[in-house]
Antibody
Framework: EVQLVESGGGVVRPGGSLRLSCAAS????????MTWVRQAPGKGLEWVSG????????YYADSVKGRFTVSRDNSKKSLFLQMNSLRAEDTAFYFC??????????????WGQGTLVTVSS | QSALTQPASVSGSPGQSITISCTAT?????????VSWYQQHPGKAPKCLIY???NRPSGVSNRFSGSKSGNTASLTISSLQAEDEADYYC??????????FGTGTKVSVL
């Protein structure tokens, strides 16, 4: 069974940084692309970032480009999202999600439960 | 930038069929067969119902079906049940090598 468990969320001040992690199990991690998707409280889904199976290709939404960095450690079956220069509008639940293949830019298939990031002074 | 527009709400009675549309502002849906649909109950993570326009993941009820025509994708829920009351989102791959989600549709079972 595919399991994805996010961690690292919390409260951070505007301009601050936070690093999210996603621990994967139940599948061969380095066969699949991975994605981060966020959802502001009471709002819709927003695709944030993706990474292919090897980590060699990364993809970003315009809203986070230059501030967020996605990475993965296949030996530890883990996905990361380094978030810098955080803004109030980055406040959201952040979901880790797995692709159906090795690409990180297609719509994802399997989702974690999410971790809440709150940017507030 | 690409955007996908969905109706804000759709409702139906138990046993009826409903269809949710997903229209792209650019031609991403028309060009690519990478359209997915998700169901999200309150406080829960999204669940994939349809991938690659019309394929169902293992374990998803065959009451859910997907299709596309031109730049509009559609999700049909047949034999509507109370448990289908949820938010539904479409998603498509885009020519920017990213994906985008639809605006979301709240389905109510009357």
């Amino acid at each position: 069974e595919v399991q994805l468990v996010e961690s690292g969320g919390g409260v951070v001040r505007p301009g601050g940084s936070l690093r999210l992690s996603c621990a994967a199990s139940g599948f061969t991690f380095d066969d699949y692309g991975m994605t981060w998707v966020r959802q502001a409280p009471g709002k819709g889904l927003e695709w944030v970032s993706g990474i292919n199976w090897s980590g060699g290709n990364t993809y970003y939404a315009d809203s986070v480009k230059g501030r967020f960095t996605v990475s993965r450690d296949n030996s530890k079956k883990s996905l990361f999202l380094q978030m810098n220069s955080l803004r109030a509008e980055d406040t959201a639940f952040y979901f880790c999600a797995r692709a159906l293949d090795g690409s990180g830019s297609y719509p994802p298939a399997y989702w974690g439960q999410g971790t809440l990031v709150t940017v507030s002074s | 930038q690409s955007a996908l527009t969905q109706p804000a709400s759709v409702s139906g009675s138990p046993g009826q069929s409903i269809t949710i549309s997903c229209t792209a502002t650019r031609n991403d849906v028309a060009i690519y067969n990478y359209v997915s649909w998700y169901q999200q109950h309150p406080g829960k993570a999204p669940k994939c119902l349809i991938y690659d326009v019309s394929n169902r993941p293992s374990g998803v009820s065959n009451r859910f079906s997907g299709s596309k025509s031109g730049n509009t994708a559609s999700l049909t829920i047949s034999s509507l049940q109370a448990e289908d009351e949820a938010d539904y989102y479409c998603s498509s791959y885009t020519s920017n090598d990213t994906s985008v989600f639809g605006t979301g549709t709240k389905v109510s079972v009357l």
